[in-house]
């Protein structure tokens, strides 16, 4: 696997508990379907999160919790648990 490939898998797995995913284009796409124009790039060894139209927007280690990081405090998402899946 190319670079590319491995930043989608890694975003593909850290964004599933959130119910979101990753574009064809490999843009986050939020749990609501809806496309942003923030995508991961693999950068000096680093993952780094960017807006087209804001830059740079977060980085750190190719590991699924950079990801978990940056949608939480970003974004404000949450990993749904058993108890609000029945709220």
Do not use: C
Not at 12 to 33: C, D, Q
Not at 67 to 85: A, H, R, S
């Amino acid at each position: 696997m190319n670079a590319k490939e491995v930043t989608k898998a890694l975003m593909i797995e850290a964004l599933e508990p959130y119910g979101a995913s990753v574009s064809e284009r490999g843009f986050i796409v939020s749990p609501g379907g809806r496309e942003t124009d923030v995508i991961a790039i693999i950068d000096r060894g680093k993952l780094v999160i960017s807006s087209v139209s804001a830059g740079k927007l977060f980085s750190g280690p190719q590991k699924v919790s950079t990801v978990e990081q940056f949608v939480e405090k970003f974004w404000y998402w949450e990993k749904p648990t058993l108890i609000n899946l029945y709220i």
